[in-house]
């Protein structure tokens, strides 16, 4: 027969057992970790605000985009200069994060310059860099690159598209990308007019594009036939005498 003492000596040890163990289990496990999370912003607080733009038709290629610049629902900027020329000869307009763009604008530059001006090899090159470097790959940004032969889309996915007419990218670059595309087929509308009446519909109808327009123009039509009277020299016809 088993007493009452016994049995609470008994339970007292297999407690004591217990608590030996899941103290040794413990000790065992990696110490608690603490994390400092960042505040990320999204949704509400995004940045907005950009609509561009590229016709090319006829003997003229246009990059053209809006100022505004929206934080959430609160307007930051209305004049932003989102559309650049790079050198001489090609001309570019982003849409995303401004001193992410600066960035790639630098880096293209750089690659025209290593590529002697060659644009489609440049904007490879970069793509490339872009995709695969650690510190390039975070660059939020969206890139339209044009010069006389060529009207190309970046991104940082590595994506490097040739565009023949029109292309158009950022919050309202869909809107501008119809009208530009429906405009395209009016004879006696010019890239610049095609553009600027394009922005104009999408900044009627999105809310983070504004109608304060910079524009960038490549002219490559060259007619080498002809010149100008001040570059053709003029004879000199000695006097006849009878």
């Not at 040890?13 to 110490?31: D, Q, V, W």
């Not at 950009?50 to 990059?63: E, L, P, Q």
Request: charged share 20%; with cysteine; glycine share 8%.
């Amino acid at each position: 027969m088993i007493s009452s003492s016994s049995s609470s000596m008994r339970g007292k040890i297999s407690t004591l057992s217990t608590s030996r163990i899941f103290a040794t289990t413990s000790s065992c496990l990696p110490a608690k970790r603490t994390y400092n999370y960042q505040p990320v912003i999204n949704n509400g607080s995004e940045w907005h605000g950009t609509t561009i733009i590229a016709v090319r038709k006829k003997d003229k290629v246009v990059i053209m985009g809006d100022g505004q610049v929206t934080l959430g629902d609160h307007v930051i900027k209305g004049n932003a200069k989102k559309v650049r020329r790079i050198g001489k000869d090609v001309i570019a307009g982003f849409a995303g994060t401004t001193a992410d763009a600066m960035t790639l604008f630098e880096l293209l530059e750089a690659k025209l310059d290593e590529h002697r001006g060659q644009l489609l090899r440049s904007c490879v090159e970069l793509a490339k860099a872009w995709r695969t470097d650690k510190f390039l790959r975070k660059l939020e940004a969206v890139m339209i690159v044009a010069d006389k032969g060529h009207t190309l889309t970046l991104t940082g996915n590595g994506d490097v598209l040739e565009n023949e007419t029109v292309v158009g990218v950022g919050s309202g670059g869909q809107y501008a990308l119809a009208a530009a595309k429906a405009l395209s087929t009016i004879p006696d509308l010019d890239a610049e007019t095609v553009a600027r009446r394009s922005m104009e519909i999408a900044a009627d109808i999105c809310i983070y594009t504004n109608n304060n327009f910079t524009t960038e123009i490549i002219n490559y039509a060259v007619d080498s036939t002809s010149s100008s009277p001040s570059d053709t020299p003029t004879p000199i016809i000695p006097p006849i005498t009878p």
